[in-house]
Structure formats: structure tokens, C-alpha cells
């Protein structure tokens, strides 16, 4: 059974910093992109990050020079280090394959970032 479970959401002023982990189980771990998506609240869930199998990275718009993905594959984990972090970062945060698997969706992690 496909397994992604995040964790690392917290609360944290504007400015400050956050390390979001997603801990993976249940397929091949080094074959597959996986990516970190958000979803604020009254809003479409939009994607933030992806590393590929051989660790290209991608990064939206909106958090690129501040966020930072990196996965281990020995421990099939994906990290997002999460700098200067804004309000508008405020959402719940999820990681999923790419491209992303309606099944795999799991209970994400909520960042809240107070101004």
C-alpha cells in the first residue's frame, strides 16, 4: 500500500522557517518524482515543489529562492526546507508523486504563518 505521510507544520512568524517531511513506503521509491502541493484555504490546491528520480528540481513562481527540496532515497524521505516564509504560505502542505495520484493524498501538514 502507497504510503506518504508529511509532517514538520507548525506556527511560525513571517520571516521564519519551517522543514516539512514526507516520509514514503509501498513503491518505488527511487523511480518516481515526488512533489509538495498546498492548498490555503477557499483555494485550489496548487504545486509548490518536485524532485525528480535523478534530483532535478522544480519550484512555483511564488516560493523560488526560498524554499528548498531534497530527498533521500535510502530513507525514501522528501524534505522542503521553508525560508523567509510569508503569510500568504499559510495552507496546508502535502507531498504526492508526480504526477500526483488522487489515492496517494494523505491527511498533509498546516503551516500557519502569522504577519
Known amino acids: 500500500e502507497v504510503q506518504l505521510v508529511e509532517s514538520g507544520g507548525g506556527l511560525v512568524q513571517a520571516g521564519g522557517s519551517l522543514i516539512l517531511s514526507c516520509a514514503a513506503s509501498?513503491?518505488?521509491?527511487?523511480?518516481?518524482?515526488i512533489g509538495w502541493f498546498r492548498q490555503a484555504p477557499g483555494k485550489e490546491r496548487e504545486g509548490v515543489s518536485c524532485?525528480?528520480?535523478?534530483?532535478?528540481?522544480y519550484y512555483a513562481e511564488s516560493v523560488k529562492g526560498r524554499f528548498t527540496i531534497s530527498r533521500d532515497n535510502a530513507k525514501t524521505m522528501v524534505y522542503l526546507q521553508m525560508n523567509n516564509l510569508k503569510h500568504d504560505d499559510t495552507a496546508v502542505y502535502y507531498c504526492?508523486?508526480?504526477?500526483?495520484?488522487?489515492?496517494?493524498w494523505g491527511q498533509g501538514t498546516q503551516v500557519t504563518v502569522s504577519s
Open positions: 524532485i525528480s528520480s535523478d534530483g532535478t528540481t
Open positions: 504526492n508523486t508526480v504526477p500526483a495520484t488522487d489515492r496517494n
Open positions: 509501498g513503491f518505488i521509491f527511487d523511480d518516481y518524482a
